[in-house]
């Protein structure tokens, strides 16, 4: 596992820990190779009933290390990011997220496929795909309408504006606010739940409820992921993340 991917399995709960703290647990290759290993894991292991995702109380996931992101983009579907993402998709055991602080980009639309998502109230999320000069992925254009309504996910993907949990909760991504000093251990309390029920029922519990969507997540996950490859060559993005480093105001005036 990746030094920023802490991995503990114990009372049938697999423990996922995002560890990069310096620079608030933005994601690299490695550690979406980490976090896939840490998911494939526990759904091969019989002992394994639940999945604990969380970060420290003021910090979840600022997204993608933009600088390593694109130094080696995911052009190819077999990347680590892109794995990831089908991964968590097609879990079939139950996923927990306890989100404080930051949850920017992939921070937020990995919560659409948890099955529970605790977040305190400094949790602040933001999908600024646009922004970016790309386009959403995880499914979120498919998810996030059906969990929010169109016009709430339309705010939320094409402003890409930060809002917090009363938004969030709102459009279906957070199931309940906990105090900033119980979260970690209100998730926990909600994994072990999960963890000592009958783990066939819990499953199938599950796939009945996704069944429906699940072709058309994993189709739209892969028609994201070519928009966003050819989005990511784009000049709109190049001056999105030029002006990133830069630190100044994009200009988007000579785009048609």
């Avoid at 496929?113 to 400094?122: G, M």
């Avoid at 599950?206 to 058309?216: D, F, G, S, V, Y």
């Amino acid at each position: 596992m990746s030094g920023h991917v802490l991995v503990e399995t114990k009372e049938r709960v697999t423990r996922v820990e995002l560890a990069r703290l310096d620079k608030k647990n933005a994601l690299t290759q490695e550690m979406y190779q980490a976090l896939g290993d840490a998911l494939a894991a526990a759904e091969a292991d019989p002992q394994v009933r639940a999945v604990l995702v969380h970060g420290k109380p003021d910090c979840f996931c600022s997204g993608n290390d933009l600088k390593d992101f694109l130094e080696r983009p995911p052009h190819a579907d077999a990347s680590p990011s892109w794995r990831f993402l089908r991964l968590i998709a097609g879990a079939a055991k139950p996923l927990v997220a306890a989100v404080g602080g930051p949850a920017v980009g992939i921070g937020t639309t990995m919560l659409l496929h948890c099955d529970l998502v605790y977040a305190a109230p400094n949790a602040r999320f933001q999908l600024p795909f646009i922004p970016l000069g790309l386009v959403p992925e995880a499914a979120s254009t498919l998810l996030l309408p059906l969990t929010a309504g169109y016009q709430r996910a339309a705010e939320l993907l094409l402003l890409g504006q930060p809002f917090g949990t009363a938004k969030a909760l709102a459009a279906g991504i957070v199931t309940e606010v906990i105090p900033e000093g119980e979260l970690l251990e209100y998730a926990r309390q909600a994994a072990r739940a999960l963890a000592a029920l009958p783990p066939a029922s819990v499953r199938l519990t599950k796939q009945l409820m996704k069944r429906r969507l699940a072709q058309a997540v994993a189709e739209r996950i892969d028609e994201e992921g070519r928009a966003f490859r050819e989005r990511l060559a784009s000049p709109e993005a190049k001056e999105a993340m030029t002006a990133f480093f830069e630190k100044r105001k994009p200009d988007f005036s000579k785009f048609s």
